[in-house]
């Protein structure tokens, strides 16, 4: 148990819609990561927020969007769903400052888009 | 950030040693290596991590050879339950992205 927590666990949506994940950083932690995982992938990096703001980026379109609250906690935002969103979305927090910062997981969310 | 390579899967048994070997030849003077495992649907989980030389916890071994072009996971004994998948990542302390490779599929047969 990582102390991360990430709700829901599943979810359905279809093309179009708009989906809001939530994690919940481990307890001490600033810094909260997300990544998708399509099957069979390795976790691909969307982004990063620490201190509320967004601390970096990966190669995905402005769709995702993100935010962090003061309770270090976070939520994850995509809009107009494709088909091609449907995968394991995993949130990690992590301790900015550490001489190298270890990132630790939540089980994540499945999301389907039919 | 360095690109890693690992092989895509490996078998054991029950008992056996493993080693699962990473190449990172470009990796930079200040980029750490770090492992983790994944079971089905659920989270990476941190294994170890570490600069050079050896470092061993509770649950595995790293070795680094002195060039640090290639790392290698040492898993004491494993049992059914290591049956996952293992990702070997390179990166700096500034990096705030980690880049996962497809990772090792490791079976573990009784």
């Known amino acids: 148990e990582t102390g991360v927590t990430q709700s829901p666990t599943h979810l359905i949506k279809t093309r179009g819609q708009q989906v809001t994940l939530r994690c919940s950083s481990q307890?001490?932690?600033?810094?909260v990561s997300w990544y998708q995982q399509a099957l069979g992938q390795g976790p691909q990096f969307i982004f990063q927020y620490y201190r509320e703001e967004e601390n970096g980026r990966g190669n995905f379109p402005p769709r995702f969007s993100g935010l962090q609250f003061p309770n270090y906690s976070s939520e994850l935002n995509v809009n107009a769903l494709e088909l091609d969103d449907s995968a394991l979305y995993l949130c990690a927090s992590s301790l900015l400052g550490q001489e190298k910062e270890t990132q630790y997981f939540g089980p994540g969310t499945r999301l389907l888009v039919l | 950030l360095a690109k890693t390579t690992q092989p895509i899967s490996m078998d054991s048994y029950e008992g056996q040693e493993v080693n699962i070997t990473c190449s990172h030849n470009?990796?930079?003077?200040?980029?750490?290596i770090t492992w983790y495992q994944q079971f089905p649907s659920q989270g990476p989980r941190f294994i170890i991590q570490?600069?050079?030389t050896k470092v061993t916890n509770e649950v595995a071994s790293l070795f680094i050879p002195a060039d640090r072009k290639s790392s290698t996971l040492s898993l004491p004994r494993v049992s059914l339950s290591d049956t996952a998948v293992y990702y070997c990542?390179?990166?700096?302390?500034?990096?705030?992205?980690?880049?996962f490779g497809a990772g090792t599929r490791l079976t573990v047969k009784p």
């Open positions: 570490g600069y050079k």
């Open positions: 307890s001490g932690h600033n810094t």
């Open positions: 990542l390179v990166g700096a302390k500034e990096d705030n992205d980690m880049r």
């Open positions: 470009n990796i930079a003077t200040n980029d750490y």
